[in-house]
């Protein structure tokens, strides 16, 4: 059992920087492949970035130079780096866990999920 707990939400005027948490407990995150998913009023939730238990990353066109993934398996967190944010950015972000080694983005796979971060881009 994994519990995931997201942190570094906020309010921010577009263009501006946030960078997201996720610190893991129960296991080493270093067996899990982590993703992070957004989520905006009324809309499905939706596949941001994913990085490998080797490390290889992955990103939505959308958010693609300016949202970076990285992890710290020493401290078994995962990171969001997000520039240049936009308006549209504006969700819930919520941090995943898969024990797959398959790269893949639909949400139904992801075996851990934390409860979330608000992010409010402001124009």
């Known amino acids: 059992q994994v519990q995931l707990v997201e942190s570094g939400g906020g309010l921010v005027q577009a263009g501006g920087s946030l960078r997201l948490s996720c610190a893991a407990s129960g296991r080493s995150l270093s067996v899990y492949a982590m993703g992070w998913f957004r989520q905006a009023p009324g809309k499905e939730r939706e596949f941001v970035a994913r990085?490998?238990?080797?490390?290889?990353?992955s990103y939505v066109d959308s958010v693609k130079g300016r949202f970076t993934i990285s992890r710290d398996n020493g401290k078994n967190t995962v990171y969001l780096q997000m520039n240049a944010l936009k308006p549209e950015d504006t969700a819930v972000y919520y941090c995943?866990?898969?024990?797959?080694?398959?790269?893949?983005?639909?949400?139904?796979?992801?075996?851990?999920w934390g409860q979330g971060t608000q992010v409010t881009v402001s124009s």
């Open positions: 990085i490998s238990q080797g490390a290889i990353t």
């Open positions: 995943a866990a898969d024990r797959s080694t398959v790269m893949r983005r639909d949400a139904v796979f992801y075996d851990y």
